[in-house]
Antibody
Framework: QVTLKESGPGILQPSQTLSLTCTFS??????????VGWIRQPSGKGLEWLAN???????YYNPSLKNRLTISKDTSNNQAFLKITNVDTADTATYYCARIGLQPLDYWGQGVMVTVSS | DIVMTQSPFSLAVSEGEMVTINCKSS????????????LAWYQQKPGQSPKLLIY???TRQSGVPDRFIGSGSGTDFTLTISDVQAEDLADYYCLQHYSSPLTFGSGTKLEIK
């Protein structure tokens, strides 16, 4: 059974760094072809893909966030991470992680709400 | 970046009716290597995470009812829901995963009369 769960700080101030963790089970990021993606959704709005990391540590980022994103993984502990630097109110959203297997983003976590406010 | 243009923004139907949701990509999503279209459809019910319905444009994910049908190729794609049920109340999104950055359509809100 594949499960994913996101965790994060809940609230942070503008200019701080947002650190998110995705803890998963039912698959391994050391398995050929596996990946984890991060997606966010502001309240009442659509979905925005942020980044992917693959079993071979290959990484892809959404260029709209320029150089603010860093994705990483800890294969031994079945975790993936996303950092977003220099946050502002536009980064307020629910953040999801999702597995990428034979199908794209086939299993999603429940999401974690992040609010950026001074 | 590949732009995904999704329509309509919203629609309201009665149970038992059929709906179609459209997604148009700014570039072809058809791979010449394997002849697969890298287009997926997701359903997001209120308060829930998105759920994968269709991948490779027309392949239903395991457990998805056969009233959900994906079609299309190249740049034009359609999600058809036949015999709409009350439980289909949701937002629907298309996603292209042909090239990075992955891009979603803007979403379609399905309401049940």
């Amino acid at each position: 059974q594949v499960t994913l769960k996101e965790s994060g700080p809940g609230i942070l101030q503008p200019s701080q760094t947002l650190s998110l963790t995705c803890t998963f089970s039912g698959f391994s990021l050391s398995t050929y072809g596996m990946g984890v993606g991060w997606i966010r959704q502001p309240s009442g709005k659509g979905l925005e893909w942020l980044a992917n990391i693959w079993w071979d540590d290959d990484k892809y980022y959404n260029p709209s966030l320029k150089n603010r994103l860093t994705i990483s993984k800890d294969t031994s502990n079945n975790q993936a991470f996303l950092k977003i630097t220099n946050v502002d109110t536009a980064d307020t959203a629910t953040y999801y992680c999702a597995r990428i297997g034979l199908q794209p983003l086939d299993y999603w976590g429940q999401g974690v709400m992040v609010t950026v406010s001074s | 970046d590949i732009v995904m243009t999704q329509s309509p923004f919203s629609l309201a139907v009665s149970e038992g009716e059929m709906v179609t949701i459209n997604c148009k990509s700014s570039q072809s999503l058809l791979s010449s290597g394997n002849q697969k279209n890298y287009l997926a459809w997701y359903q997001q019910k209120p308060g829930q995470s998105p759920k994968l319905l269709i991948y490779y444009a027309s392949t239903r994910q395991s457990g998805v009812p056969d009233r959900f049908i994906g079609s299309g190729s190249g740049t034009d794609f359609t999600l058809t829901i036949s015999d709409v049920q009350a439980e289909d109340l949701a937002d629907y999104y298309c996603l292209q995963h042909y090239s990075s950055p992955l891009t979603f359509g803007s979403g379609t809100k399905l309401e049940i009369k």
